[in-house]
């Protein structure tokens, strides 16, 4: 399969997971723009670059886009550009046009701009800062009780309301190219959800009009990659906490088993049985509430034992948001997880970004016409140490970026487990703790 994917930005997760997840299939031939071309946290997109790098690809069976990287330069610059409408209405018309001409499978999609709530603007306008938590209050307000009253400056709250309806308005425009026949797949995401708000008011109003609306945001391109790859799986969802499935993740807004039965359908997979299933889900769930360590919102954590099933199995680790359960973890290691049963292991983020991210590369093994071994361990591999080690663990020791010493007894631990030799780098690459590069060379 020849696939063309454009990023949402050029986070490690966002560019070089997909790159891993591909290559565990060498069959897949994989195109990116180059990664300098992709936005981040203060720079837009070359979007110019971009729409002429895809312009020249060689003829494509599938092509994945993040049209807000065309659109705005970005997931984050969808909140932050001051284009107009007409603007960037002149721009996506160039993409296409493109898009018509390279007669590809295109799955794509667009988001919902979000609305934080807190009084941060590092990935907002500058006046979030001061008025971040009470926009969401009087949005939040507006869609649940018909209208609402704020302290917000005027021209400010104009400006902010003005930049959600233009966002809207594209995404309307997006509808009507589906319609069209332009998109095989087109995906509106709902990224920081909460109960109410002009967010969910618009993906309600979108959905009227017949578009699908999906809960997650930096995930989706990897779930539109899995969609791409033409053949079932069978998964079987198992849950650690049956009887707490009907529990809502931070930062999404429906249950977690609604989560999970969503992003296996948006993959292009198949919900059975246990007996009827290719590939065993196993969902580290969460009672009462989702912790997450680095806000230091405890939950409590996992503390019985763990028998892994006789076939291949993944796992989603969502007890915690952005980061892996220690006590999961550690009876996980207890088992022998170095076989050809292990199909993966999940902690990144958000529930959704965990699962879409999670399914995704079990979907590529298991349908592999020529399987890198190496590949796979190399994935998973990085996943324990950003997701469990890193973002678990040492990130809540450091105080400055140079974490090499303190990461040392997780990857003896990680060699012992995966019986490989492997040499790290780990760096910062938007300057803030939250995203972690993590480079593996396998020995």
């Not at 892996?324 to 983020?349: P, R």
């Not at 809540?396 to 997780?410: A, C, H, R």
């Amino acid at each position: 399969m020849k696939i063309c994917v454009i990023p949402i930005d050029n986070r490690p997760v966002c560019y070089n997971l997909i790159q891993d997840i591909a290559n565990i299939d060498k069959s897949i031939e994989l195109h990116l723009p180059h990664r300098n071309l992709l936005g981040d946290l203060t720079k837009n997109a070359d979007t110019e670059k971009i729409l002429e790098w895809l312009k020249t690809l060689p003829q494509m069976d599938k092509i994945v886009i993040s049209l807000d990287t065309i659109a705005y330069g970005g997931l984050i610059p969808s909140r932050r550009s001051n284009l107009t409408f007409e603007q960037i209405k002149e721009r996506i018309e160039k993409l296409k046009e493109i898009l018509i001409s390279k007669n590809a499978e295109i799955h794509t999609f667009s988001s919902i701009m979000r609305i934080s709530n807190n009084n941060i603007n590092q990935e907002e306008k500058e006046y979030w800062s001061d008025y971040g938590t009470k926009i969401f209050s009087y949005s939040f307000n507006l869609h649940k009780n018909g209208s609402a009253k704020t302290d917000v400056p005027k021209e400010i709250l104009e400006d902010y309301l003005n930049t959600r309806k233009r966002n809207f308005e594209i995404n309307k425009l997006y509808l009507k190219w589906q319609k069209e026949g332009i998109f095989k797949t087109l995906i509106f995401s709902k990224d920081d959800c909460a109960e109410f708000g002009l967010n969910v008011k618009e993906a309600q109003e979108l959905e009227k009009l017949g578009g699908f609306t999906k809960t997650g945001a930096d995930e989706i391109p990897l779930s539109l990659f899995a969609r791409a790859i033409d053949k079932k799986v069978k998964i079987a969802p198992i849950f650690i906490e049956d009887n707490q499935k009907h529990l809502i993740s931070n930062y999404e807004d429906i249950p977690i088993e609604k989560s999970v039965l969503s992003q296996i359908e948006l993959g292009g997979m198949e919900v059975t049985k246990e007996e009827n299933a290719d590939i065993i889900l196993i969902v580290n769930n969460f009672k009462n509430n989702q912790g997450e360590i680095v806000m230091k919102k405890p939950t409590e954590p996992f503390n019985k034992g763990l028998k892994l099933p006789q076939k291949p199995y993944a796992i989603a680790d969502v007890r915690f948001a952005n980061g892996g359960d220690n006590e999961f973890v550690k009876e996980l290691f207890k088992n022998n997880i170095n076989d050809d049963s292990f199909y993966g292991y999940s902690a990144w983020n958000t529930s959704a970004n965990t699962l879409g991210s999670l399914l995704c590369a079990l979907k590529v093994k298991f349908n592999a016409e020529s399987y890198d071994e190496k590949a796979f361990k190399k994935l998973q591999l990085i996943r324990f140490l950003d997701d469990w080690a890193y973002q678990a663990n040492v990130r809540q020791q450091i105080k400055t970026p140079l974490i090499t010493d303190e990461m040392i007894d997780f990857e003896n631990k990680l060699k012992t487990i995966f019986k490989v030799a492997f040499e790290t780098d780990y760096s910062f690459p938007w300057n803030r703790l939250f995203e972690i590069e993590v480079k593996v060379e396998l020995n």
